[in-house]
Protein backbone atom coordinates (compact mmCIF):
# COMPACT_ATOMS: atom_id res chain seq x y z
CA UNK A 1 0.00 0.00 0.00
CA UNK A 2 1.33 3.59 -0.74
CA UNK A 3 1.81 5.77 2.08
CA UNK A 4 -0.60 8.51 2.62
CA UNK A 5 -1.42 11.00 4.80
CA UNK A 6 -4.94 12.91 5.32
CA UNK A 7 -5.18 16.16 5.77
CA UNK A 8 -8.09 17.68 8.18
CA UNK A 9 -7.76 21.34 8.92
CA UNK A 10 -10.43 21.90 11.97
CA UNK A 11 -11.64 25.06 13.16
CA UNK A 12 -14.91 24.33 15.98
CA UNK A 13 -15.22 20.99 13.88
CA UNK A 14 -16.59 18.58 17.23
CA UNK A 15 -19.74 18.62 15.38
CA UNK A 16 -18.21 16.10 13.11
CA UNK A 17 -15.05 15.24 13.93
CA UNK A 18 -15.45 11.45 15.49
CA UNK A 19 -17.50 10.82 11.85
CA UNK A 20 -14.41 12.06 10.52
CA UNK A 21 -11.68 11.10 11.94
CA UNK A 22 -12.88 7.40 12.44
CA UNK A 23 -13.78 7.28 8.25
CA UNK A 24 -9.79 7.22 8.06
CA UNK A 25 -8.37 3.66 7.33
CA UNK A 26 -5.73 2.44 9.60
CA UNK A 27 -3.11 2.02 7.17
CA UNK A 28 -3.19 5.93 6.93
CA UNK A 29 -1.65 8.89 8.59
CA UNK A 30 -3.90 11.79 9.54
CA UNK A 31 -2.24 15.41 9.70
CA UNK A 32 -4.70 17.81 11.55
CA UNK A 33 -4.23 21.09 11.30
CA UNK A 34 -6.37 23.20 14.25
CA UNK A 35 -7.24 26.89 13.21
CA UNK A 36 -7.70 28.15 16.59
CA UNK A 37 -10.56 26.34 17.53
CA UNK A 38 -12.75 27.41 20.64
CA UNK A 39 -14.78 24.45 21.10
CA UNK A 40 -12.03 21.80 22.01
CA UNK A 41 -11.42 20.32 18.85
CA UNK A 42 -7.82 20.07 19.01
CA UNK A 43 -7.70 18.37 22.69
CA UNK A 44 -10.15 15.40 21.54
CA UNK A 45 -7.76 14.90 18.07
CA UNK A 46 -4.59 15.01 21.11
CA UNK A 47 -6.75 12.39 23.18
CA UNK A 48 -8.52 10.25 20.91
CA UNK A 49 -5.86 10.20 17.78
CA UNK A 50 -2.12 10.47 19.68
CA UNK A 51 -0.63 8.92 16.64
CA UNK A 52 -2.10 12.28 14.53
CA UNK A 53 0.27 14.63 13.70
CA UNK A 54 -1.52 18.07 15.73
CA UNK A 55 -0.57 21.43 14.71
CA UNK A 56 -2.15 24.73 16.94
CA UNK A 57 -2.17 27.18 15.65
CA UNK A 58 -3.06 30.49 17.10
CA UNK A 59 -4.94 31.99 14.65
CA UNK A 60 -7.10 31.21 12.25
CA UNK A 61 -5.07 30.80 8.71
CA UNK A 62 -8.21 29.76 6.70
CA UNK A 63 -7.80 26.96 4.10
CA UNK A 64 -4.65 27.42 2.18
CA UNK A 65 -2.12 28.03 4.34
CA UNK A 66 -2.91 24.80 6.60
CA UNK A 67 -3.01 22.91 3.57
CA UNK A 68 -0.10 23.52 2.10
CA UNK A 69 1.99 23.54 5.24
CA UNK A 70 0.26 20.18 5.41
CA UNK A 71 1.38 19.24 1.66
CA UNK A 72 4.79 20.42 2.15
CA UNK A 73 5.17 17.79 5.36
CA UNK A 74 4.03 15.62 3.13
CA UNK A 75 6.46 16.02 0.92
CA UNK A 76 9.28 16.17 3.78
CA UNK A 77 8.31 13.03 5.16
CA UNK A 78 8.12 10.66 1.60
CA UNK A 79 4.86 10.49 1.17
CA UNK A 80 3.29 9.20 -1.97
CA UNK A 81 -0.16 10.68 -1.71
CA UNK A 82 -1.73 13.38 0.51
CA UNK A 83 -6.08 13.28 0.91
CA UNK A 84 -7.88 16.69 1.23
CA UNK A 85 -11.02 15.65 3.68
CA UNK A 86 -13.02 18.76 5.17
CA UNK A 87 -13.25 18.34 8.91
CA UNK A 88 -17.21 18.24 8.07
CA UNK A 89 -16.57 15.42 5.80
CA UNK A 90 -16.28 11.34 6.13
CA UNK A 91 -15.17 8.16 4.08
CA UNK A 92 -17.44 5.36 3.50
CA UNK A 93 -15.24 2.21 4.17
CA UNK A 94 -13.09 0.89 1.37
CA UNK A 95 -13.41 4.56 -0.91
CA UNK A 96 -9.69 5.66 -0.20
CA UNK A 97 -8.47 2.05 -1.11
CA UNK A 98 -10.85 2.48 -4.62
CA UNK A 99 -9.42 5.93 -4.75
CA UNK A 100 -5.39 4.65 -4.72
CA UNK A 101 -6.25 2.12 -6.70
CA UNK A 102 -7.53 4.30 -9.67
CA UNK A 103 -4.75 6.65 -9.48
CA UNK A 104 -2.73 3.87 -9.62
CA UNK A 105 -4.64 2.84 -12.83
CA UNK A 106 -4.86 6.57 -14.38
CA UNK A 107 -2.04 8.74 -13.65
CA UNK A 108 -3.14 10.94 -15.89
CA UNK A 109 -5.54 12.77 -13.15
CA UNK A 110 -4.02 14.85 -11.16
CA UNK A 111 -6.78 14.87 -8.21
CA UNK A 112 -9.50 12.19 -7.67
CA UNK A 113 -12.33 12.92 -5.71
CA UNK A 114 -15.44 10.28 -4.83
CA UNK A 115 -18.93 10.57 -5.08
CA UNK A 116 -19.43 13.70 -2.82
CA UNK A 117 -22.65 12.85 -0.74
CA UNK A 118 -25.24 13.90 1.64
CA UNK A 119 -25.60 12.48 5.41
CA UNK A 120 -26.89 9.19 5.01
CA UNK A 121 -25.58 8.57 1.66
CA UNK A 122 -29.13 9.40 0.32
CA UNK A 123 -28.16 11.48 -2.65
CA UNK A 124 -25.24 13.81 -4.11
CA UNK A 125 -24.29 17.01 -2.61
CA UNK A 126 -26.14 19.42 -4.28
CA UNK A 127 -23.31 21.99 -5.51
CA UNK A 128 -20.99 18.47 -6.68
CA UNK A 129 -24.12 17.28 -8.15
CA UNK A 130 -24.14 20.46 -10.36
CA UNK A 131 -20.32 20.30 -11.08
CA UNK A 132 -19.70 16.64 -11.21
CA UNK A 133 -23.03 14.79 -12.83
CA UNK A 134 -22.35 11.18 -12.75
CA UNK A 135 -21.11 9.45 -15.98
CA UNK A 136 -22.06 5.62 -15.28
CA UNK A 137 -20.38 3.03 -16.51
CA UNK A 138 -17.18 4.29 -15.98
CA UNK A 139 -14.29 3.88 -13.26
CA UNK A 140 -12.88 7.01 -13.24
CA UNK A 141 -14.96 9.68 -15.20
CA UNK A 142 -13.38 13.55 -16.32
CA UNK A 143 -15.07 16.72 -14.57
CA UNK A 144 -13.49 20.23 -15.16
CA UNK A 145 -13.34 21.34 -10.99
CA UNK A 146 -14.16 19.51 -7.92
CA UNK A 147 -14.44 20.50 -4.50
CA UNK A 148 -11.34 20.01 -2.15
CA UNK A 149 -13.71 18.27 0.78
CA UNK A 150 -12.63 14.94 -0.58
CA UNK A 151 -8.83 15.28 -2.74
CA UNK A 152 -6.89 12.28 -3.37
CA UNK A 153 -3.31 14.17 -4.66
CA UNK A 154 -0.70 12.24 -5.89
CA UNK A 155 2.52 14.05 -3.90
CA UNK A 156 4.51 14.32 -7.70
CA UNK A 157 1.52 16.14 -8.91
CA UNK A 158 1.67 19.11 -6.03
CA UNK A 159 5.76 18.84 -6.63
CA UNK A 160 5.45 19.81 -10.38
CA UNK A 161 2.60 22.17 -10.37
CA UNK A 162 2.98 23.71 -6.55
CA UNK A 163 0.77 24.61 -4.10
CA UNK A 164 -2.99 26.59 -3.62
CA UNK A 165 -2.42 30.41 -3.75
CA UNK A 166 -2.67 31.21 -0.52
CA UNK A 167 -2.44 34.78 -0.95
CA UNK A 168 -5.28 35.05 -3.40
CA UNK A 169 -7.14 32.44 -2.35
CA UNK A 170 -7.36 31.98 1.41
CA UNK A 171 -10.21 30.62 2.27
CA UNK A 172 -12.36 29.96 -1.11
CA UNK A 173 -11.71 28.95 -4.76
CA UNK A 174 -8.39 27.46 -4.52
CA UNK A 175 -9.59 24.67 -5.35
CA UNK A 176 -10.98 25.85 -8.53
CA UNK A 177 -7.77 27.50 -9.37
CA UNK A 178 -5.90 24.36 -8.71
CA UNK A 179 -8.12 22.54 -11.04
CA UNK A 180 -7.74 25.01 -13.27
CA UNK A 181 -4.39 24.55 -13.39
CA UNK A 182 -4.04 20.87 -13.40
CA UNK A 183 -6.12 21.39 -16.95
CA UNK A 184 -3.44 23.92 -18.18
CA UNK A 185 -0.40 21.41 -16.84
CA UNK A 186 -1.89 18.52 -19.56
CA UNK A 187 -3.57 16.95 -16.30
CA UNK A 188 -7.13 15.83 -15.27
CA UNK A 189 -9.45 15.83 -12.71
CA UNK A 190 -11.91 13.07 -11.60
CA UNK A 191 -14.59 10.98 -9.88
CA UNK A 192 -14.45 7.72 -9.25
CA UNK A 193 -17.98 6.63 -9.32
CA UNK A 194 -17.35 3.43 -6.99
CA UNK A 195 -16.13 5.45 -4.02
CA UNK A 196 -17.81 7.73 -1.77
CA UNK A 197 -17.39 10.12 0.70
CA UNK A 198 -19.97 12.48 2.78
CA UNK A 199 -19.56 16.61 2.92
CA UNK A 200 -22.09 17.45 5.36
CA UNK A 201 -23.11 21.19 4.90
CA UNK A 202 -26.72 20.74 4.69
CA UNK A 203 -26.77 23.29 7.46
CA UNK A 204 -25.33 26.17 6.00
CA UNK A 205 -27.64 29.32 5.58
CA UNK A 206 -24.93 31.88 4.69
CA UNK A 207 -25.23 35.43 4.65
CA UNK A 208 -25.30 37.41 1.11
CA UNK A 209 -21.90 38.89 2.00
CA UNK A 210 -20.20 35.22 2.31
CA UNK A 211 -22.47 34.57 -0.71
CA UNK A 212 -21.13 37.32 -2.83
CA UNK A 213 -17.77 36.73 -2.14
CA UNK A 214 -17.31 33.08 -2.54
CA UNK A 215 -19.57 33.03 -5.76
CA UNK A 216 -18.89 36.26 -7.55
CA UNK A 217 -15.55 37.40 -6.13
CA UNK A 218 -13.94 34.40 -5.89
CA UNK A 219 -15.41 32.88 -8.77
CA UNK A 220 -14.08 36.18 -10.81
CA UNK A 221 -10.41 35.77 -9.24
CA UNK A 222 -10.45 32.12 -10.98
CA UNK A 223 -10.90 33.24 -14.09
CA UNK A 224 -8.47 36.30 -14.09
CA UNK A 225 -6.19 33.36 -13.03
CA UNK A 226 -6.55 31.49 -15.73
CA UNK A 227 -3.08 31.46 -17.95
CA UNK A 228 -5.31 30.50 -20.77
CA UNK A 229 -7.33 33.19 -21.09
CA UNK A 230 -6.56 37.15 -22.12
CA UNK A 231 -7.05 39.18 -18.73
CA UNK A 232 -8.20 42.15 -20.84
CA UNK A 233 -11.30 39.51 -22.69
CA UNK A 234 -11.83 37.97 -18.82
CA UNK A 235 -12.52 41.44 -17.91
CA UNK A 236 -15.07 42.28 -20.75
CA UNK A 237 -16.88 39.35 -19.11
CA UNK A 238 -16.97 40.87 -15.33
CA UNK A 239 -17.76 43.48 -16.24
CA UNK A 240 -22.00 42.67 -17.26
CA UNK A 241 -21.25 39.63 -14.21
CA UNK A 242 -21.21 42.27 -11.93
CA UNK A 243 -24.38 43.99 -12.34
CA UNK A 244 -26.01 41.02 -12.98
CA UNK A 245 -24.64 39.23 -9.81
CA UNK A 246 -25.81 42.57 -8.23
CA UNK A 247 -29.36 42.40 -9.18
CA UNK A 248 -29.59 39.19 -8.20
CA UNK A 249 -28.60 40.08 -4.58
CA UNK A 250 -30.21 43.17 -4.51
CA UNK A 251 -26.90 44.33 -3.25
CA UNK A 252 -24.01 46.86 -3.97
CA UNK A 253 -21.69 44.67 -2.60
CA UNK A 254 -20.69 42.95 -6.39
CA UNK A 255 -19.09 46.76 -6.51
CA UNK A 256 -17.37 46.73 -3.69
CA UNK A 257 -15.56 43.24 -4.47
CA UNK A 258 -15.14 44.38 -8.18
CA UNK A 259 -12.68 47.54 -6.66
CA UNK A 260 -11.19 44.33 -4.99
CA UNK A 261 -10.51 42.20 -8.07
CA UNK A 262 -9.01 45.70 -9.51
CA UNK A 263 -6.57 46.07 -6.20
CA UNK A 264 -5.20 42.40 -6.57
CA UNK A 265 -4.50 42.82 -10.26
CA UNK A 266 -0.60 42.70 -9.52
CA UNK A 267 -0.84 39.50 -7.62
CA UNK A 268 -2.95 37.79 -10.33
CA UNK A 269 -0.12 38.78 -13.00
CA UNK A 270 2.46 37.36 -10.60
CA UNK A 271 0.55 34.34 -10.10
CA UNK A 272 -0.32 34.02 -13.92
CA UNK A 273 3.62 34.60 -14.79
CA UNK A 274 4.58 31.41 -11.93
CA UNK A 275 1.90 29.14 -13.45
CA UNK A 276 3.12 29.76 -16.87
CA UNK A 277 7.15 29.81 -16.03
CA UNK A 278 6.87 26.47 -13.90
CA UNK A 279 4.97 24.62 -16.68
CA UNK A 280 7.80 25.59 -19.10
CA UNK A 281 10.05 24.17 -16.82
CA UNK A 282 8.52 21.14 -15.67
Not at 198 to 215: C, F, G, I, S
Not at 252 to 265: A, D, H, I, M, W
Request: proline residues 5%; charged residues 25%.
Amino acid sequence: MKKLLVIVVTYNSMRWLERCLSSIPAWADVYAFDNDSTDGSADFVKAHYPKAKLVRSAENLGFSRPNNLAMQWAIDHGYDYVYLMNSDAWLEAGALEKLVTASEAHPQYGVLSPLQMTDGYKELDKQFAKRCPVVAGHDVYDVRRVMAAHWLVPVAVIKRIGFFAEDLFPHWGQDDEWCQRLYFYGLKVGVVEEARGVHDRAYRQDPVETLVKRNYYTGSLVRLCNPARSIFLTFLFILPFTFVKALKYRSLLPFKYFRQLVQNLPLVRAHRSFVRTRAQNA
